[in-house]
């Protein structure tokens, strides 16, 4: 027995083993060559693999000194970094770069950080591990001689293996005791154990998030809730959304309002759609009057990395992409404008574009835009659509917000963007798109400047200076706009009418009458004019290109369906077949188990066909809204249709001969039982029809119609020829609940199957 002592610990008791004495002394020497500074790298390491993003592939693998990451707090993206010590003895605390990190983490493997810490900035934090124990550091040492001397491999390959589990396993009991069981992180100046949640976090990232949730709570306790993460696609997909009026009640950029603009402040609720603040509204905000403060007047401007440092100071302390939206925000507003780094600018206008925020260096007022007050007498008149001399006296300008209000009363009640909007956008092309973007930001403008106005927001010479720079102060792209306007109408009224006409034609059938076909062409093509070009002329030709074509089509379609599904014709000609001898010989024989029921369920599938061809329904009227009746009757099936008797009594003709034939095929096995049945019967009909029955068999002939004496004899004596024999001669059965397209594909098939059977392939 071997008794192993550490000082402050319990004795240790084991059983040595001569097998593993061996391994266990070898081990032991090479360990001693490994230096004690493994010990805290290789916790190091482990303690990396344990997570999912920061685990390697290579089990020998360089840990770098430091690793970036990012957590979410409250939805915000919040940057950082991990620091290890390079050498292990030493820990370099720096505080945090405020431009890229909103944490640093320093790990502290060797205990050299001075307790209690100096005055640490807020975003530096120190993670004490554990003191590692002379027994750990052994076990490390061994477990690293174990991986890193290959003689050991060599010598004692068959127990190496078990080995280096057990010490791997070790080596992983230590790193997560030192740095996780008994670590412990310093947060301004309050030591925190880490969390049962954080130890049982996957990743590094959710581990942190978790233990550094105190110090952001604390420091930003102002910060909005996000529902979801924000990250720069957000940003962009809401920023283009939003600040575009014929997208902002889409419901992805709905969610996206309601995710992140409303913890922010940016929209409210207006006719149960999120929508962006108003500019009086909105300056209402603490942030966005801090700002303010920082633009200076006068037309310069002020770097974003002073924008960037001021918004995520405390109580706020917003991660950049809520930043994003809120500068965005004031940009939607007029408030400021971006300043690129060329030197251009980006205003209210280019919010739909995608903002590459890299390039943006600063913010400033926006730039000079007021006009001369011709010019604005002169928007005044284009506005109001009567020549105005000024604008200067109170009654010239009661009588211009007479006619704005009107102006916008006939704006809203058109509502175009917003019927626009309602239209699903695979019914859009790139055109439309553009005309309507061009719109709200021209007349959509236009109509919040005057909502402004009357809402007595803003002044008649600023309502009147935004509607100048909506339309560029140029009178050619207001005329342009007008006429845009006039094709975007258009373009909505003819929708519902092109959506009808598109599915109509997707089903419709083709004809043979050479009218119709022209028919449908033509309004094939000005539908598509009308797709490209809507006008009012397209329009109301596609009308009555529509209302034509439907009318000559239903007419073509209800003539051929009723001389098929309403035809005496052929309802006589099937109660003939079904009146006549050979049904009657063809049904009897379809029972005797002896024939393969091929022909049979054939048979009843024409039958069934048959009796379909009684369809009652309003086709004419049916054809107003579809191409098609609800019954089964098709165009493209009225020479089958017309054939189904025909077919019906060629089945029937089929079925006799070939029941006839198999009748031959198994004479030797029939006749004795015939016999049999003749000499056992004393009526003289029986013995007279077993007569008839075994010489036509024996002579090989069998082609004159059976009696009715002749086939109960058949059906007695073929009935004794048992189960086996008959499923021995039936290869086709089909359950009698069988619907009726799996029965085509069933007996499809099977005639596949049948190549001497060339009537049946027409079937």
């Keep these: 027995m071997q008794i192993t ?24 020497e090479a360990a001693a060559d490994v230096s004690p500074e493994i010990a805290p790298k290789t916790i190091r390491r482990l303690f990396l693999e344990r997570f999912a993003d920061t685990r390697t592939s290579e089990p020998d693998a360089v840990v770098a000194d430091t690793i970036e990451t990012s957590i979410f707090w409250r939805g915000g993206e919040r940057r950082g970094r991990i620091h290890f010590p390079s050498d292990g003895t030493t820990l370099d605390i720096t505080a945090a770069d405020p431009e890229k990190y909103d944490w640093e983490v320093f790990i502290d493997l060797a205990g050299v950080a001075p307790d209690p810490l100096p005055k640490l900035d807020k975003r530096s934090i120190v993670w004490r591990a554990d003191a590692i124990r002379p027994d750990e550091i052994e076990t490390i040492r061994r477990f690293h001689a174990l991986s890193a001397k290959p003689e050991l491999r060599a010598e004692y390959g068959d127990q190496i293996a ?44 959710g581990l942190l998030a978790e233990m550094l ?47 992140f603009a409303e913890p922010l402040g940016l929209v409210m609720l207006q006719d149960n759609v999120l929508t962006a603040k108003a500019d009086d509204q909105l300056m209402k905000l603490p942030l966005a009057a801090e700002i303010m403060k920082l633009v200076p007047k006068g037309g310069e401007s002020v770097p974003m990395k002073t924008m960037y440092a001021r918004l995520s100071e405390e109580p706020n302390g917003l991660v950049r992409e809520a930043q994003h939206l809120l500068l965005s925000a004031l940009v939607a507003a007029r408030q400021i404008e971006f300043v690129t780094s060329k030197g251009d600018r980006i205003n209210r206008r280019s919010l739909d574009l995608s903002i590459i925020w890299d390039d943006i260096v600063a913010v400033a007022l926006p730039a000079e835009t007021a006009y001369s007050s011709k010019k604005l007498v002169r ?9 105005l001399t000024n604008i200067d006296g109170s009654a010239e300008r009661a009588k211009l917000m007479e006619t704005f209000g009107a102006w916008l009363a006939k704006w809203k009640e058109s509502a175009i963007l917003e019927r626009f909007n309602e239209i699903p956008d695979e019914v859009l092309n790139t055109r439309i798109w553009r005309i309507s973007s061009r719109l709200t930001k021209t007349y959509g403008a236009a109509a919040e400047a005057i909502e402004a106005l009357l809402a007595d927001s803003i002044s008649i010479d600023e309502c009147l200076n935004r509607i100048a720079e909506a339309f560029s102060d140029s009178e050619s792209e207001y005329k342009q706009c007008s006429a845009e306007l006039i094709v975007l109408e258009d373009f909505i009224k003819g929708v519902s009418v092109r959506e009808q006409v598109r599915t109509y034609l997707a089903l419709c059938e083709p004809t043979e009458d050479q009218e119709t076909e022209a028919l449908r062409e033509s309004l094939a093509k000005i539908t598509e004019t009308s797709y490209f070009y809507p006008s009012e002329t397209h329009n109301r030709e596609m009308g009555y290109a529509w209302d034509k074509f439907r009318k000559v089509f239903a007419e073509y379609f209800a003539g051929h369906h009723d001389i098929i ?4 014709y052929l309802h006589e000609k099937f109660e003939n077949i079904k009146r006549s001898d050979k049904w009657w010989e063809f049904e009897n024989l379809s029972g005797i188990q002896l024939f393969e029921p091929t022909y049979w369920i054939a048979a009843k599938k024409i039958i069934r066909e048959l009796r379909q061809l009684n369809c009652k329904a309003d086709v004419r009227k049916m054809l107003g809204e579809q191409p098609f009746c609800v019954c089964p009757f098709s165009l493209t099936k009225l020479n089958y249709w017309e054939k189904l008797p025909q077919n019906l009594r060629s089945i029937v003709d089929q079925g006799l001969k070939y029941y006839r034939d198999r009748l031959i095929e198994s004479a030797d096995e029939i006749l004795p039982l015939l016999e049999k049945f003749g000499v056992g019967s004393s009526e003289p009909e029986v013995k007279e029809a077993v007569l008839m029955l075994t010489t036509n068999l024996r002579s090989g002939s069998v082609s004159q119609p059976f009696t009715i004496a002749e086939i109960q004899i058949l059906q007695k004596v073929l009935e004794r020829f048992g189960k086996e024999e008959a499923e021995r001669f039936s290869t086709f059965d089909v359950p009698e609940q069988t619907s009726g397209e799996e029965l085509d594909e069933v007996f499809g098939n099977w005639i596949e199957e049948q190549p001497n059977e060339e009537f049946l392939l027409n079937i």
């Design 5 to 28: 002592r550490q000082e402050g610990r319990e004795d240790r008791y084991g059983f040595l083993l001569a097998s593993k004495e061996g391994l266990n002394q070898a081990l032991g």
């Design 162 to 205: 078990a080995a280096i589990q057990s010490h791997a396993h070790a080596a992983e009991k230590i790193a997560k005791r030192v740095l996780l069981e008994a670590g412990k992180i310093v947060l301004d100046g309050f030591d925190y154990n880490v969390t049962d949640d954080a130890l049982a976090a996957d990743s590094i990232s």
């Design 213 to 259: 949730e105190p110090l952001f709570a604390t420091s930003f306790p102002d910060h909005p809730y996000f529902a979801a993460n924000l990250g720069s696609d957000e940003v962009a997909a809401l920023v283009a959304g939003l600040y575009n009026g014929n997208r902002e009640n889409l419901p992805e950029i709905q969610k996206l309002a309601s995710d």
């Design 379 to 387: 928007w005044a008149s284009i506005m109001a659509g009567a020549e």
């Design 565 to 568: 599904m309403r035809s005496q």
